[in-house]
């Protein structure tokens, strides 16, 4: 994977047929999506469950992109192996998982990943700063986790601001995780963000037998987001 702040849209799979995800992530490839967001859920962390590495391992087959795996889970540490085992590309811890982010994120480039932070809405950035050379990504989020379909908190966008003056130079992508539409997507990219994660923006209106409404959504939030950036 080499570095790069151009816009990326990453569909996020919690918006997709879960029965049926290999077609889905083939469709949303050919659509135009840049990397595949996959959201992992503990029922612990966030009050939601989704699927665990047996499941992100058979999904990543039909990936030719970048998996992109967001971790809402507590503990993190012991599963980190796993998820490199499955073929996580990125693999994002939140900061509000544990006492020891800095172990994680050594644990993460130590088994051969990229490493993500995220931190929800209710943290500040500034609790970023003596983490950020070990991280590759760094995720706001713009809803709490645990559910897809939910609002834009337009707050967070003083926090990317300022997340992109703390990053300066370094090669450090700026993820936006919720509420990404065509019409918040130029807020974003505007304060700095280069990873745009899209769900229910993406997938809705298409399925795998009638895609092209995904490659209209992916492009209607990729232009609006060029337009600001
Ligand atoms: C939220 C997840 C998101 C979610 C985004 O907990 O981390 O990735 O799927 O969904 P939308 O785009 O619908 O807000
Ligand atoms: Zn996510």
Known sequence: MSFDRNIKIAPS???ADFADFGREIQAVEAEGA???HVDVMDGHFVPNLTFGPPLVKAIRRHIKTV????LMISPVDQYIDAYADAGADILTAHIEAGPHTHRTLQAIRGAGMKAGLALNPGTSVETVAPLLDLCDLICIM????GFGGQSFIESQIAQVVRLREMIGDRPIHIEIDGGVDAKTAPLV???GADVLVAGSAVFRGGSVDNPSPYGENIQAIRTAAVAAA
């Open 13 to 15: 799979i919690l918006a």
């Open 34 to 36: 840049d990397w595949i």
């Open 67 to 70: 998996m992109d795996v967001h």
């Open 142 to 145: 713009t809803v709490n986790p």
């Open 189 to 191: 990219s505007a304060a």
